[in-house]
């Protein structure tokens, strides 16, 4: 009766985990905890087309369409949250330049590439959705120009109005400015020169566009809490003699001990993210595991590894035989377990459980 007691609580303290674990709350982005995407997830590319205008000595003598030129932009970047991500842009074209009171035109090729700092301001201050149609994003970088043979130092700022059209595709509205030195038509006059733009173009999202919220800072330490709790309960349980096991049991079922025919329900030890590595939160199903194989060594158990819906089959394959070796060698090296009382297994992607995130696990089968 006592394997029986001991089982329910393990079940019950899984059971509780997984509801901490997965407790969702309506927070800010800024307060929400995620996942570290990998190196080629939420990927852009950006073109835009547009117009510029270039602010120098003469400019404010000379009509305004005048100085308007064409502008094409290409950006490639990354967000490594819903909120903040990085790019570099390069862009150029002809610059309208005016001397003699804005009577003769200065026609000038130009090119620059500079690197941004992006800002994603409703998915900071409003709660994430990766289905989000609609987000301002401000920006701001430095780099460099060239205008036929001189070099220039460039700040750049701006601001994107970002429309989502599918999964894949953004159409983004971009106003940006730059200020250069002061030699593009003469020295003198403007402090710095500067040019201002306004284009709209389409970006591309490469796979993996959205964000997998992860557990709080909050929500681990009331998992921590919570598990060393349920940990000193069935350490009590397990402290108690016999006959205060049994007589318990009897109020509820008056079988003698000795006739009980008990089955143990599955277990499981659940990861991180493409990580097999054993969380300390997780260890402590492996240690009541450990002991209660230690108080019957006549028990196997059944190690079977599986992966979430993420990711290629073969990484999935891959990182659920991780998972089972890594429980496997802390129930041998680390415990002293018999190898040849653990039989292991991997499926890769598992739909075990209704929740994506419950099955990156070791599912633990006891058997005889």
């Known amino acids: 009766m006592k394997k029986i007691v001991f089982l329910v609580l393990l079940v019950v303290l899984h059971i509780s985990t997984f509801a901490q674990n997965n407790q969702e709350k309506k927070l800010p982005g800024y307060k929400t905890s995620f996942e570290t995407n990998k190196f080629w997830d939420n990927w852009f590319i950006s073109l835009n087309l547009g117009a ?56 000038k090729h130009y090119g620059a590439v500079h690197g941004d700092f992006m800002f994603g301001l409703l998915n900071f201050f409003g709660r994430y959705n990766e289905n989000r149609c609609f987000d301002l994003v401000p920006f701001a970088g430095i780099g460099g120009a060239f205008i036929g043979s001189d070099q220039s130092f460039t700040i750049n700022a701006g601001i994107q109005a970002r429309f989502r059209l599918s999964q894949r595709f953004d159409l983004n509205l971009e106003y940006g400015g730059m200020i250069l030195d002061d030699d593009l038509v003469t020295r003198g006059g403007f402090p710095n020169d500067g040019i201002s733009n306004l284009s709209v173009g389409v970006t591309f999202r490469f796979k993996n ?10 929500q681990y330490a009331d998992l921590q ?37 008990f089955k143990a329900l599955p277990t499981t030890i659940n990861f991180a993210f493409n990580s ?13 595991l ?60 598992s739909s075990r459980y209704d929740k994506d995130e419950w099955n990156r696990c070791v599912l633990v089968e006891i058997i005889k």
Do not use: C
């Open 52 to 107: 510029q205008t270039l602010y120098a000595e003469g400019s404010t003598d000379a009509k305004f369409g005048d100085r308007l030129t064409f502008m094409p932009a290409l950006s490639v970047g990354k967000w490594f949250t819903p909120w903040w991500g990085v790019r570099v842009q390069g862009l150029g074209g002809a610059l309208h330049g005016f001397q003699n009171n804005g009577k003769t035109m200065l026609h």
């Open 209 to 218: 566009r959205s964000f997998k919220k992860a557990v709080s800072q909050k």
């Open 225 to 261: 809490s919570l598990t060393k709790a349920q940990e000193a309960q069935i350490k009590e349980l397990l402290r108690r003699t016999p006959d205060t096991v049994v007589k318990v049991v009897r109020q509820e079922a008056p079988a003698a001990e000795n006739s009980v025919i």
């Open 276 to 288: 097999s590595k054993i969380d300390p939160t997780q260890e402590v199903g492996v240690y009541n």
């Open 290 to 349: 450990v002991q209660f194989m230690k108080e019957n060594p006549d028990v196997r158990v059944r190690l079977t590894g599986f992966a979430d819906k993420r990711g290629t089959e073969k990484a999935n394959m891959i990182i659920s035989e991780r998972r089972v070796n890594a429980v496997a060698d802390m129930f041998i090296s680390k415990y002293g377990i018999n190898k040849d009382r653990i039989v292991k297994d991997h499926k890769g992607v």
